[in-house]
């Protein structure tokens, strides 16, 4: 090969690498940065025994909630309280129907925006309790929650629905005695078909 | 071994960079006609939803009810791309986009069930004074129902958005499938994660299509299975965003949803949660109530309360029931279920069973 046809093929090779760099570069920045809960990439370890046997003076309900906290360990307490933020943030902005009857008749043909919304932030908050079964008082708190979204009628259908499912498999994970006749049966109706029991 | 020439070099930069491109091949056996007025970045949306379904392994089986009531099966995806096929031909863009224009014949035509209107005529006008602003509507049987109405043939010219097809479509019947998109449809806001191209979000606007699908359904009175009027008391009231019968428009978004939720390998947890959220508000708009005599009330509570019952046995012998048991409860639920079903519903609630679109000849 000649000097000037070596060049040439020096330039190709760069330009062909180049060009290859701004692909891959390019189908990566297609791809969305996932949404990540920021939790402590930890595993989660066995209960730490109660070292202190130190317990501050507070009212009946924080000291329970400090009580659940000191028997766990310091992943477990992280783990909980970022629950109980996202929980406390998601429930404040939980749809209520009076919220879906001042929408537009085109936004309610299909899904609302506000409730795709929910959907994903309970889906995260989901990922949460999955993620971490053997935490006792995470799963509790859990369970208020679900147990309370389902019981508030001014919640829409869907949701209520949703919460009693998951409130329902929580009881069936741990055995628990869960009575399902306070609510409506339309709601009743719609978590059967979500199969809780075959989940 | 071959020379290294300028040329061989240059095939070889070919060849590798479209290697790098196998993420465009697609596998679909089913594409609507999509109009030129669509972005190519819509364009490959739309195909690659379409894609996603094709390459989903075995759906379980729906429920034969269903399946009677919509034909819509379960089983294999091409199953449901053929379902969707023979509902769905034509995709144009809404607001930006202009309709086709359309022509009425001159001379008069004989529409089958020809005195026989659905009830909720709510799309009647919109070929009249179109003013798109739901996500997706089905055009085609609106201008099938506005040519029945005046007993013509409407006629679209279609040439300016779909250059390589015919350039007249004449509409003789609903399953013409002609579907208006609208820009939000595409939008990141509009899908289930808000990334807007996750398998979550392709599951929902699918479900957004086969909706649009099962309005190309019907004849007479359950011609484009049209929406009613949400109840008092209801999460839509007032609104025409719910259906009368059991096989409508939301029970196929419904059980295309609630299936996806189910066999979505590629989705997360948290996708699946919401994709369970948007089933529920789908089916909660499956109106199946009918007003109960004071006797069929006190039956209604006392299988309730059995139904109460057995949840409560279910959970407290859940984890110690062999699988048998367990099957032996599930099937006493199942039972519990349909009988609250029919005294609610009456049997059968109302299903139009031949959904089969009219067509004039």
Redesign the interface.
Known sequence: ?SPK?IR??QI??IL?LS??TL??LF?EA?K?IE?TLILTEDPPTKESPIKSKEKPKEEKASQTRQKDSLELNENQKKALQQFERRAQEIQSKLPR?AD??KL???Q????P?E??????Q???L??MV?RYPDNPVLQERAKEFYKNCADDEGY????R??CL?NR?QL??NS???????PYP??I???V???NP??Q | MAKLTVANILLLYIFLTSVGATDNTLSISFAPEISTKFTNKQIRTIYRDLDFLSKMKEWRDFDPEITRGTDLAGGASNDLLQWLGERVKYLVIGKTGALPAFYASDETRLYPNGDTFPEAMDNLFIVENHNQQTMMANLGVSYYLFGKSRRRLISLNIAEHFPFVPEILDITSPRVGLIEVNRSFFNKESSITGLGNRPADKLLRLSFIFHEGRHSDGHGESLGFFHSTCPAGHDYAGRLACDTPANGAYQVSATFLKKSAEVCESCDEASKEALRLAYLDARNRILDRKILTPDQQETLNELENKLNELVRSMLANFNSASDHQKNILLGEMENLEIQIHILKNGFPAKVYWKSAPEALE
């Open positions: 090969m046809q040439v093929l190709f090779i062909f060009s290859l692909y891959v189908q297609e969305p949404e129907k879906l009857q537009e008749d085109d309610v043909h299909s899904i925006q409730l795709l919304q929910t959907g994903r309970l889906g995260q989901k990922e999955l829409p259908t869907s949701i629905s949703l499912f329902l009881a069936k055995g628990e005695d869960f009575d399902i006749s049966l339309e009743k109706e719609l059967l078909q979500l029991f075959r």
